[in-house]
């Protein structure tokens, strides 16, 4: 089966462009001795929203209505449940802190899906902001409501993970850079 060169996956034989990357091939050439041949370094077309791009759409997409869903399920029950002031004060803090969040969310996929070159600076700036507000939401929940438990440990270690996943690869990825030029 031939290859195409830009993407390396199997072409039909006579096909003048891969399916796949839509590269035009050299018409006649039915082999892959006939075709250059094709390294894992030689992509051509590493720009648009694939690979590991189309993980980070899906959180974008998905992010505001968990967070907002969060707002209605713990942060206005913490509001009305607890009856002193700390504790309504705490409320607030993470209603308004969750929709903050939710307008920067809305920012970041308008810069996504416009494929802005802020778009990778704006995401690491997101998620500062997550390990900074989640670590703030310990020492509250620590302090003001006498809770230690193993949630809101993981709503710590949460945001770290992610930034240790996700803000080298908006630094290093090649399709990124590639992505994120206007």
Known sequence: M????ACASELHPGS????????VLIP???????????????FRN???IDGWLILIAISLAFTPFVIARRILRTDLPI???YGTLA??????????????????LVLI????YLKRRTFPLAMIVYWVWQILTHLGEF?????VLQERNATTIMRILSPLIGAAIWIPYLLLSRRVKATFVR
Do not use: K
Not at 29 to 42: E, H, R, T
């Open 46 to 48: 590493l720009n648009g």
């Open 28 to 42: 006649g050439a039915s082999n892959p001795a006939a075709l250059p041949p094709a390294g894992p370094l030689q």
């Open 109 to 112: 996929n308008i810069l996504f």
């Open 139 to 143: 020492a509250l929940y620590a302090t």
């Open 16 to 23: 003048r462009f891969c399916s796949r990357c839509g590269t």
């Open 79 to 81: 509001m009305l449940a």
């Open 87 to 104: 504790a309504h004060s705490v409320g607030v803090a993470f209603v308004v802190r969750n929709l903050m969040t939710i307008a920067g």
């Open 2 to 5: 031939p290859i195409c060169p």
